[in-house]
Nanobody, 123 residues
Framework: QMQLVESGGGSVQPGGSLRLSCATS????????IGWFRQAPGKEREALSC????????YFSDSVKGRFTVSGDNAKNTVYLQLNSLNSEDTGVYYC????????????????WGPGTQVTVSA
């Protein structure tokens, strides 16, 4: 059974950093793309980043480009999202999700989701 579980969220001050983990099981990361999404309070869920082990592609939204990085450890079946230079607009629930092979920015293209982890940025 395919599962994804996020961890690493928490409360941080503006300018701070967090590293989120997406632990996967029941499938091989090498054949999937993992997307990261965020849902801020009162807003729709937005795509932040995606990494595909299949073709090595990595994408970031303009809102996080230059501040967030993504990496993966296929041996641990885990993908990481490093959040740097956080600000209040980064507050929200962060989700990782899986789709076969390659990245897209469309939420509907991802068919397995984790439960999410809360990130709160406040002074």
């Amino acid at each position: 059974q395919m599962q994804l579980v996020e961890s690493g969220g928490g409360s941080v001050q503006p300018g701070g950093s967090l590293r989120l983990s997406c632990a996967t099981s029941g499938f091989t990361l090498e054949h999937y793309a993992i997307g990261w999404f965020r849902q801020a309070p009162g807003k729709e869920r937005e795509a932040l980043s995606c990494v595909s082990s299949k073709d090595g592609s990595v994408y970031f939204s303009d809102s996080v480009k230059g501040r967030f990085t993504v990496s993966g450890d296929n041996a641990k079946n885990t993908v990481y999202l490093q959040l740097n230079s956080l600000n209040s607009e980064d507050t929200g629930v962060y989700y990782c999700a899986a789709r076969i092979l390659t990245c897209t920015g469309r939420e509907g293209d991802y068919w397995r989701w984790g439960p999410g982890t809360q990130v709160t940025v406040s002074a």
